[in-house]
């Protein structure tokens, strides 16, 4: 880990802080207690945590900062130097394989002027060189390069002016991702039971999965957290906003009722704000043919058991708080970056089978492109509902009237098939969980406020 001064002139010697130079937010703005915003237990949502810029500025600060998120795919770093550019909250970050093998990640931000060391979208290189005065960083985030070296102080020490490291970068599966929070739990803990459900998608032979395609990227203007609600609770909307697009593939001969409209399921509702909804259906995997005929159900059984075979396995769609969601049929994984109260980046990746043909690897691809890419038939649907909620709650009056999040009120158990609590498939149970997280997080100072 690279080391990081204090910021400048504050004292003397640089100190090391294993973060970076984070000063204490409540100096700056105030913290906004959000204990009335949110009353999960009687499913209840005021609109103001949607639009209100200083919740948003919190957001980042609170839920952000302190959570774990998602970076990237293993399979984005075949050697040292691969690189891949992305956001955490909304800051930029360097993900790259160093010259030992090891995936890390960097702060996206020169120490000179603070401009980012790498503008590229992703690709292959030997070191990050800032394109405003020209500071280099090698794979390992050490400042290499500083031209007219010579114009700065002896006690200038390059030692000290590395780029800023994400302190904790682990992967489940393949899925990297990292967290500024050197106390956070280990990333298998913070997952809990929600790996269970995760395995379904990333687990289906133990050959492990692979990105095609490369990443697509699209805006919305939505709040980041109506996607990622959706995704942890929502099948309730399925069969009204994608009526259209269940019709255009419903399996020839069958109708859209008999094979897709589908209340029996479950919804796994997870302590930690993390949500799952699966329709429950043995025989039809919703997908592309060529997948379908291609997959060893057989096989998969015996490894992930019926209950995931049968369930989140072979349709749903699911959030890890709090802004990764994945669809585990299409192999779509995404996140859901925030851009302000009112705007989200879509960044999404298409996952395959290693073990799969190439072939069967070509249908998958085009099967989620057609279906939930940036412009798949249900994609557009559900951009367009957010798109709208949004745009709506900028009115004062409509911004003062809550919302419902209360079906399913006192609907979660254990019932011994799925682990951790689950929920009816139509529910706002994992709506409410997502919320309650998200409060707590938004109530609770982060590491860096308590540890100064
Ligand atoms: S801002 Fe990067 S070298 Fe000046
Ligand atoms: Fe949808």
């Known amino acids: 880990m690279t080391s990081t001064p204090e910021l400048a002139g504050r004292a003397g010697r640089p100190t090391a802080t294993p973060a970076g130079p984070l000063h204490r937010p ?6 906004i207690d959000v204990s009335g915003l949110v009353d999960a237990d009687g499913g209840l949502l005021d609109r103001a945590i949607f639009t209100d810029h200083q919740i948003y500025q919190q957001e980042l600060r609170r839920v952000f900062a302190p959570s774990w998120l998602f970076l990237a795919h293993t399979d984005q770093f075949r050697r040292p130097g691969d690189f891949f550019t992305t956001y955490m909250g909304e800051d930029p970050v360097i993900v790259t394989m160093d010259k030992s093998r090891a ?5 996206n931000s020169c120490r000179h ?23 280099a960083y090698d794979l390992e985030g050490r400042l290499v390069s500083v031209p007219n070296r010579e114009g700065y102080p002896d006690r200038f020490d390059t030692a000290d002016w590395g780029l800023v490291e994400v302190p904790r970068v682990e992967n489940h599966r393949g899925l ?73 593939l419903a399996p020839a001969g069958k109708s859209p009722r008999d094979e897709i409209v589908h209340r029996a399921g479950r919804q796994y509702v997870d302590p930690n704000g ?43 769609h699911a959030t890890v708080f709090p802004n990764f969601s994945y669809l585990p049929v299409n192999g779509s994984v995404r996140v859901w970056h925030p851009k302000g109260p009112d705007r989200m980046e879509v960044w999404a990746w298409t996952l395959v089978d290693r073990s799969m043909p ?72 994992a709506g409410r969980a997502f919320y309650r997280r998200w409060q707590s997080l938004m109530n609770t100072p982060a590491w860096y406020e308590v540890d100064r």
């Open 176 to 248: 990297i991702f990292g967290t500024w929070n050197p106390r956070a739990p280990s990333l298998r803990e913070a997952l809990g039971g929600m790996a269970w459900y995760m395995d379904a998608m990333l687990d289906h032979d133990g050959a492990g999965t692979e990105v095609v395609g490369g990443v697509h990227k699209w805006v919305l203007e939505g709040n980041w957290k109506l996607s990622a609600e959706q995704f942890a609770t929502d099948w309730y909307h399925v069969n009204m906003s994608h009526a259209s697009a269940l019709m255009l």
């Open 113 to 135: 002027r603070g401009a980012r060391v790498c503008r590229a979208d992703a690709g292959t290189t030997r070191n990050f060189t800032c394109t405003y005065h020209g500071w």
């Open 103 to 107: 995936v890390r990640a960097y702060l």
């Open 26 to 31: 409540s100096e700056l703005t105030p913290t």
């Open 358 to 429: 190439d072939e069967v690897k070509e249908a998958q691809r085009l099967y989620n492109l057609r279906t939930f890419g940036p412009s798949g038939v249900f994609e557009a649907d559900d951009g367009e509902n957010w798109s709208e909620v949004q745009a709506i709650s900028r009115g004062f009056v409509t911004n003062s009237v809550p919302l419902n999040y209360q079906m399913g009120l006192g609907s979660e158990r254990e019932d011994g098939r799925y682990p951790g609590k689950t929920s009816e498939l139509y529910s706002d149970a």
């Open 274 to 316: 993390h949500g799952a909804g699966f329709p429950v259906h043995p025989k039809n995997r919703f997908d592309a043919l060529a997948v379908h005929q291609w997959f060893d159900y057989e096989a998969a059984r015996a490894r992930l058991g019926d209950a995931r075979v049968e369930g989140p396995m072979t349709n749903g």
